[in-house]
Each structure stands twice: as C-alpha cells, then as structure tokens.
C-alpha cells in the first residue's frame, strides 16, 4: 500500500515542479505548496489506510529532496499537522483543506493552479 500511496502522491508533485511557474526560492510558494500537497497526502492516508507517521515522512522527504532543508521542513510538517487537527481558522488550515478536497481526484490541473494562484494572492497581500 505505501509503494501506490507514493506514486499517487508523487503524480501532483511531479505536476507542481513541472508548471513554468515553479520557483524553489520563493518560500510563499513553498509553504502554500507544502501545506496544500500535505492536505492532499492526508486524503490519501484514507485511502491506503496508512499511519500518520508514514505521511508525515513522505511529505518531507518528498520537500527536501526538492532542495529544501530538512530541520526547515520537518517544522512546516509539524506546523502542518498541527493546524489540520486543531482545525483552526488559519491561513494553513485553509489550505491544507483545499489539497485534502482534491484527494479523490485523477485530473488535478485545478489543484496545481489553485497552489500558483493562492501564493500570487498572499503575495499581493504583503
């Protein structure tokens, strides 16, 4: 189960790296897209009947082995995790949400445009 859970999830990473508009340095981006691609490796823990910790750990080796650190990381899962079972009305929250409503989905264009959408949103509120 875990090997179909990591080719799943690795399916919308892939789509996020690959879109023109991917861009490691920009830490909005990064942390719009971790929370979002956590949300939606959460709806997929149902599916694979998985533990927390197994995608806890694929998220954040999936996020280093993009470039990005891994103390640095860990802390954005932890926050992530954090937010989602609080369930608190915060900026994490919601977008933690939005990737776990797209979990039963095969096309995720829709997702992938609403991580680049939802970053250019937050910076032009800064």
């Given at each position: ?9 690795d ?19 990064f ?96």
């Amino acid at each position: 189960m875990i090997e179909a859970f990591h080719k799943k999830i690795d399916v919308l990473l892939q789509q996020i790296v690959d879109d023109s508009r991917w861009d490691l340095d920009s830490e909005t981006l990064f942390v719009v897209t971790g929370m979002t691609f956590y949300g939606y490796c959460l709806g997929q823990k149902i599916v694979f009947m998985l533990e927390q910790e197994d995608v806890n750990k694929a998220v954040v080796e999936r996020l280093v082995a993009l470039g990005a650190g891994q103390k640095y990381t860990e802390g954005l899962v932890e926050a992530a995790e954090q937010a989602f079972f609080k369930n608190e009305e915060t900026l994490y929250n919601q977008l933690i949400n939005i990737g776990h409503n797209y979990f039963m989905m095969d096309d995720l264009t829709e997702l992938v445009d609403n991580i680049y959408l939802n970053t250019k949103a937050i910076l032009k509120q800064r």
